[in-house]
C-alpha cells in the first residue's frame, strides 16, 4: 500500500452513462497524476495536477474527460458520454514538487463500459 | 517509433537464474529512469530509479543506464518464482510525467 487511495476500485456502467473516479494522493504531495492503461500496454499517460492547477493534459484526454483537484487535495476525474473504448484501468499516481522524484500508484479503478 | 521500447516477452528463466530486462528509449533529454513492477491486475509498483550513467544495486536488483545508448537494463539476481510479473521501463523528462514502455512478462520457473 503506497499510501494512494481510488474510489470506487471497480466500476461497470453502460454505454453513455456519466462515471466519476476519486483519487486521493499522499498527504504531503502537491503533484497529482492520472494515467490510463489498457491491456497489454504500460499506463499513459493523461493529464497531471500541481496543487490544484491543473499543468498538463495529453490529447488522450478528449472533450469528454475533464479532471479536478479543487483543493489540491483530492482529485476527481469524468468521463462522459462513456464509450466502449473507455474501458481500461485508471490509475492515479502522486509526488512531491522535486525535481526527479518518483511517482507512488494508487490501487487503480477498473471500468468496464458495456 | 515509439518513445519506449521493451521486448514484450515472455522471458522465461529458471529459479536461480538471472533474469536480464532491457528498454530503450528516443528523447535524449529524458533525465530520471525508472522500472516499475506490476503483477496482473494490480496497479504498478517501484522497483529502482536510476538518473545517473553505470549501475545501480538495490538487494537482488541492478539497474544500468547508458544515456549515450539511450538504453536501460534491470538484472534480478537469484530470480524467484514470485518475482514473475510484468516489468514497466519508464522515462521522464523532468518532473512531470512518465512515459512507460508496454512491459517485459518475465516468467520465472521452479
Known amino acids: 500500500d503506497t499510501g494512494v487511495s481510488q474510489d470506487p476500485r471497480h466500476k461497470i456502467t453502460k454505454r453513455g452513462q456519466n462515471v466519476t473516479f476519486r483519487c486521493d494522493p499522499i498527504s504531503e504531495h502537491n503533484r497529482l497524476y492520472w494515467y490510463r492503461q489498457t491491456l497489454g500496454q504500460g499506463p499513459e499517460f493523461l493529464t497531471y495536477?500541481?496543487?490544484?492547477?491543473?499543468?498538463?493534459k495529453s490529447r488522450l484526454l478528449s472533450d469528454r474527460f475533464s479532471a479536478e483537484r479543487p483543493k489540491g487535495s483530492f482529485s476527481t476525474l469524468e468521463i462522459q458520454r462513456t464509450e466502449q473504448g473507455d474501458s481500461a484501468m485508471y490509475l492515479c499516481a502522486s509526488n512531491r514538487q522535486q525535481t526527479q522524484e518518483t511517482q507512488y500508484f494508487g490501487p487503480g479503478t477498473r471500468l468496464l463500459v458495456l | 517509433q515509439k518513445e519506449v521500447e521493451q521486448n514484450s516477452g515472455p522471458l522465461s528463466v529458471p529459479e536461480g537464474a538471472i533474469a536480464s530486462l532491457n528498454c530503450t528509449y528516443s528523447?535524449?533529454?529524458?533525465?530520471?529512469f525508472f522500472w516499475y513492477r506490476q503483477y496482473s491486475g494490480k496497479s504498478p509498483e517501484l522497483i529502482m530509479f536510476i538518473y545517473s550513467n553505470g549501475d545501480k544495486e538495490d538487494g537482488r536488483f541492478t539497474a544500468q543506464l547508458n544515456k549515450a545508448s539511450q538504453y536501460v537494463s534491470l538484472l534480478i539476481r537469484d530470480s524467484q518464482p514470485s518475482d514473475s510479473a510484468t516489468y514497466l521501463c519508464a522515462v521522464s523528462g523532468g518532473y512531470n510525467k512518465l512515459i512507460f514502455g508496454a512491459g517485459t512478462r518475465l516468467a520465472v520457473h521452479p
Open positions: 495536477f500541481q496543487n490544484e492547477a491543473q499543468l498538463e
Open positions: 528523447d535524449r533529454g529524458s533525465q530520471s
